[in-house]
C-alpha cells in the first residue's frame, strides 16, 4: 500500500474530509489546481452560490483561472469546466472548514448534477486573458501520461500547428468524505488538456497523425469545444 499524502478538515463532530493524494509521489505543499467538471441544472442557484463561497475563496488564496461552457452538449450532461487555483491544500482545507462556505456549498449541490472534482498537478499553463474570440478544446483522458516528456511534446505540437496548450495537468489528489464509512467525491478523469486556437487549426491538430501517435497510450473519454466565460 502507498502511503499517500493526506491533509484533513474537519467538517463536524460526525464528518470529515480528507484530501488525499492519488500515490506517495502528490505535491499538497505547493499550488493545485481544483478541476471542477460539472452541469448546471439551477444557473441562478449556482450564481448565488459564487457571489457567497466566491469572496471566501478568495480569500483563502483561490483564484479561478478558466471557467469554459461546451458549445455542444446534451440535456443532463456535463457541459461546464472550472478551474481554480490554490496556493496549497491547506488553504483548501481552510475554506472548506470555513462555516459559511459549508452553508453556501448547500446551494451548490441543489445547483450541480454529475458533479466531478479532483486536484491537478498542472505540467502547463499559458495565462491569456478573455477575448471573446479564441476557441478552446477539451481533452480529458483515463489514464496519465507515461512519459515526462509528453507535455513538451503537446506544447510542441500545438506551436506546429499554430495552437497552444493552456492548461495541462494530471489528478494528483481526491476529495474524500469520512461518515460511518468513506466516499470518494467523484473524479472522472486522470488528465486532461486545454487547448486554445483557430477552431480549424484546433481540428487539424488533433486529428493529425503525429497527435494520435502521442496519445497512443492515453484513453481518450472526452473530447469538446468550450466557449470561454472567465
Partial sequence: ????????????????ILIRGVDETADLENPIYAINWFYCKRPWLYALYTKIAGKIARANGAQAIFKGQLTENGIGERDTLLIVRYPSGHHFK??????????????????????????????????????????????YFGSAPRSASFWESVTDLAVSHSVELFYGGTIQANLVVQKEEEQK??????SLVVLRGNQEALKTLTQSEEYQVLLSNMEVLFTGFLNRQL
Fill in 185 to 190: 467525491v467523484p473524479c472522472v478523469m486522470d
Fill in 1 to 16: 500500500m502507498t502511503n499517500q499524502p493526506n491533509i484533513e478538515c474537519g467538517i463536524s463532530a460526525t464528518t470529515k
Fill in 94 to 139: 481552510n475554506l472548506v472548514e470555513n462555516k459559511v462556505f459549508q452553508l453556501s456549498s448547500l446551494l451548490r449541490n441543489k445547483a450541480l448534477q454529475k458533479f466531478s472534482f479532483g486536484f491537478s498537478k498542472m505540467h502547463q499553463l499559458t495565462e491569456k486573458p478573455l477575448d471573446g474570440k479564441t476557441n478552446y478544446l477539451l481533452q
